[in-house]
């Protein structure tokens, strides 16, 4: 159950516009995704706020999560680092040679393959990527805020069927 009792906003407004104009219309599709749309706004907000705290911006956070979570030594492949962040190759080159040049992250050749390139988190890249993280978090739980622990969870869990279709993830 949330914190607060139901009480109208914008969303609400504008399907009763649309129900007064046309009675025939079903506006549920519209209670959602135009909330889930506006929930978007702030969160990107959110994120330009934790990611500005460390001087990154919100593709540099990208790269540098997916070194962080892939666990010591926080290194990947160029390749590996193209699916996690589903960008094109030749933005991925752009994207390290600048954050090597920022001293975020650095190239290193695989011991085992000289050929074979990683791109390891420095020091500094995995400082900055942790702080921003644990901002991020720190602005998600307010936005979270107005719900109880049992409405978050259950708003994750309708999320994730809503999503597992559309990201085709079975």
């Known amino acids: 159950m949330s914190r607060h009792t139901h009480r ?3 969303v609400d407004r504008i399907c009763a516009d649309w129900k007064r104009e046309r009675p025939n219309l079903d506006t549920a599709p519209l209670q959602v995704f135009s909330r889930v749309t506006r929930l978007a706004r702030h969160l990107e907000i959110a994120r330009r706020r934790a990611f500005a705290g460390q001087s990154l911006e919100a593709w540099e956070f ?4 997916a070194l962080y979570r892939a666990g010591a030594p926080y290194a990947l492949t160029p390749g590996r680092l193209l699916e996690e962040t589903m960008v094109s190759s030749g933005t991925m080159t752009n994207r390290i040679d600048r954050l090597t040049a920022n001293g975020l992250v650095e190239r290193a050749a695989d011991s085992a393959d000289r050929r074979m390139v990683h791109v390891r988190l420095t020091a500094r890249g ?5 702080g921003a993280m644990t901002d991020l978090l720190e602005l998600e739980r307010e936005l979270l805020s107005p719900l109880d622990d049992d409405a978050t969870a259950a708003l994750a869990t309708g999320l994730r069927a809503l ?6 993830w079975e």
């Open 8 to 10: 109208s906003d914008e």
């Open 163 to 168: 999503l597992i279709p559309l990201d085709g």
């Open 126 to 130: 995995r400082s900055a990527v942790d």
């Open 62 to 65: 990208d790269v540098l999560s």
